[in-house]
């Protein structure tokens, strides 16, 4: 028999599921807290019980869906052939989770200037954990003699880093902005892999 903890925990994910299915559609602006406890058949007070407000539920979501984007990366990176593949994952993974979250991330684009600490946060956690799995990549690769020395990995990735996140700035006339329009997404995808292939390029012996 189930413990009480854990039909919380089961009620909670529920709460995350139906809760991620409402902003990915119409978006966090256009979704109330009324309109997730009526997806549930839960009272709204129940529902408040576990988020005490809109933007609380939405950063549970955001965690979680960070949680899963990570782990994907971390299991298409741990098998990687060669350095090149290890990184077209990265980009290739980042590009199928926007696309598919588009909508979902409508709060960026309204609040990019006063995003929550929290959000901060997570997107830091997202940053280091590719810099991890990226600069290990080069250091495997380094080891097996398949491209130059380097003496910091994490230096180089970092800017590899910069320089992608700048791709998806500049093909949104120069604004700087977050997210850019769902019609530009596939372009700047392209022009990532472009960039990467100089970038390998220039490890090569």
Known sequence: MSSGSDQQDIKREKILDAAYQRFLHYGYSKTTM???????SLSKALLYYYFPDK???YIAVMRKLAGEY??????KLN???NLK???VSQIDIKHDFIVKNYNFFDFFRVNEQNLP???W???TEIHQTEMVLLSAAIKTEVEKGNIKPV???GEIVDLLLDALHGVSVSAVSHKKVMFPKKEHLDEIHTKRLLLLDIFIKGLMY
């Open 79 to 81: 098998k990687f052939e």
């Open 121 to 123: 946060e997570i997107i």
């Open 151 to 153: 003496n910091d990995p």
């Open 70 to 75: 990570i782990d994907n990366l971390q299991n």
């Open 55 to 57: 933007s609380q539920l």
């Open 85 to 87: 593949e290890a990184y």
């Open 34 to 40: 009324n309109e997730i406890a009526s997806d549930l």
């Open 117 to 119: 600490e929290t959000i």
